[in-house]
């Protein structure tokens, strides 16, 4: 699983600057038609982090490898996904409630190095009450992962052990589309907050596990209580 930050086209350049500067990440050589690809680079581990330049506001999707692609694009189309447009050879889908992914090819081992420091390694999918249902046993399906319900009913997690967390939340709102933002492990809520404000971030809301920030380029994220380490609530 892998993580695309959709970035307007204008905002690429401030966007890229602040995700690898928080992330400590080195951006790859750009790649693609228009050079909008590019991945961040951690020091250890996959890099599990890119960033598209699109035509568009910011938000967020996500790239799901297999082996065997067909097969992948049959299963999901099982569970209730719907296609959306094909880009090259890669298939991309929409989930029940309309979220955007893309069915790609493994590149490699997957694998999520932890250094003890803040950390981007969780999605949390933003979903209104009328998909809550369909998306949380979709989800759970395609990833075979068991839900994990959290301290608060509104939310249920999906993890996998040296993996990109899925974070699934329930909206208050009634209907409308599935979205996403990246959440990112700190062990220091308050410190990351000033450092993300100081190169440009805009804090939106401060909650009681998590800050709500928006990034240059538009990208809606979250600063939340947990364990740089394992990923968990920090106690």
């Not at 569970?79 to 050879?89: K, N, Q, R, V």
Request: aromatic fraction near 8%; proline fraction near 7%; charged fraction near 20%.
């Amino acid at each position: 699983m892998q993580v695309f930050l959709d970035v307007p086209v204008a905002e690429l350049e401030p966007a890229v600057t602040f995700w690898s500067a928080v992330t400590g990440w080195q951006p790859s050589e750009r790649r693609g038609e228009d050079g909008q690809f590019l991945t961040l680079l951690p020091a250890a581990g996959s890099a599990y982090v890119k960033v598209q330049a699109v035509d568009g506001p910011a938000g967020l999707h996500l790239d799901l490898d297999s082996t065997d692609r067909p097969a992948a694009v049959d299963r999901a189309d099982e569970l209730g996904a719907t296609h959306a447009w094909t880009y090259h050879d890669v298939e991309v889908m929409r989930s029940p409630g309309g979220f955007t992914f893309c069915q790609t090819l493994v590149d490699g081992a997957p694998s999520l190095a932890r250094d003890g420091s803040t950390i981007l390694d969780q999605v949390c999918l933003d979903i209104p009450a009328a998909h809550w249902d369909a998306e949380v046993a979709f989800w759970a399906a395609l990833t075979g992962r068991e839900p994990q319900v959290g301290a608060l009913p509104q939310f249920v997690r999906l993890v996998e052990d040296g993996r990109l967390r899925l974070l699934l939340q329930r909206l208050d709102e009634p209907d409308g589309p599935v979205r996403a933002h990246p959440d990112l492990a700190t062990a220091d809520r308050a410190a990351d907050t000033a450092r993300h404000v100081d190169l440009g971030a805009v804090v939106r809301g401060v909650h009681d596990f998590w800050t709500v920030l928006t990034a240059p380029g538009g990208q809606v994220y979250c600063l939340t209580d947990r364990d740089p380490t394992t990923g968990t609530r920090a106690v």
